[in-house]
């Protein structure tokens, strides 16, 4: 699999199509100004999508003494890949070597993303695993970026993060840590190449060959942990709810987001997931914050709008 280092500086030139012409719907006329509602559509769907990650990775707890972290990916990846290809029913003909390289590049950041993930949340505390994950985000919005503003959201961002994991880093479990990390490697990759599988493949159809070629990736990982118990009709039932509130909708949101955001300010908007997991927390679990979580919140979300307005003014130009 390409570096992602390597390849974002192209990615974040050539995520937003060209011209308003490469959008369905009726031409604007070359003298109209995108309005406010356009310019937050993509940002919309993005915050959609980390609500509907983050609400099912609270069903995906249920499941974690059922079948194993493995088990739980593996049920994830292949209902998810089901329903994609249902639905969607891509062709398979017509493309090129590149395509399909892409395609499993993309399947297979996604299969690394949420398998280390899973590890992760399975030995640290989730609020923590997934900020340490979204480092990958934000590294990839630094090493991406061309502007200054951006980089310095990234930086407010990051202390937000920093400020959300309370400075309990160094009491965490260090296997979990390392695998959160990693995770936040391929969280990365996934960004970079869900943004070229946009634009290679149309609507949903690469993303959901690519679920499908993640899928087979972690199926002999979960057979081997969890066995008969991926088969358990309660089990498939759970799993279906992970599968669409933490693979079908958020994935499908953010591709679409990705055609239409830059990579750097996508990866700052990822910030916004530990803002979210803490108010999911707040609301499903009962989990109080403190005046240090709610700063860091607020600093975390400012960094995003801030991102976001930075971006409108340079569409303007």
Known sequence: MDSPVKDVA??????????????????VAPAAQPTAGRRLGPVALVVAGGLSVQFGSAVAVLLMPRAGALGVVTLRLVLAAAVLLIVCRPKVRGYSRADWGTIAAFGAAMAGMNVLFYQAADRIPLGAAVT??????????????????N?????????????????????????GAVFALAAGAMWAAYIVFSARTGRRFPQADGLA?????????????????????????????????????????PYTLE???????????????MSLEPAIAAAAGFLILSQALSVTEAV???????????AVR???????E
């Open 255 to 269: 591709l679409l987001a990705l055609r239409r955001l830059p990579a750097p300010t996508f990866a700052i908007l």
């Open 151 to 175: 980089l310095l959201w990234a930086g407010l961002a990051l202390c937000g993060l920093v400020l959300l994991g309370g400075g309990g880093f160094d009491r965490l479990d260090p296997l």
């Open 209 to 249: 060959l690519a679920m499908a070629f993640g899928a087979v990736l972690t199926l002999p990982l979960g057979i081997a942990e969890a066995g008969s118990k991926l088969l358990v009709p309660s089990t498939i039932g759970l799993a279906l709810a992970v599968a669409l509130m933490s693979s079908v909708l």
């Open 132 to 149: 340490l994950e979204v480092l990958g985000p934000l590294i990839l919005s630094v090493v991406a970026s061309r502007r200054l503003m």
């Open 10 to 27: 192209p990615v974040a030139a050539s995520v937003v199509p060209p011209a308003p012409a490469a959008v369905t719907g009726p031409r």
């Open 296 to 306: 860091a919140i607020a600093l975390v979300i400012a960094a995003s709008m801030g």
């Open 310 to 316: 930075t971006q409108s003014r340079r569409r303007k």
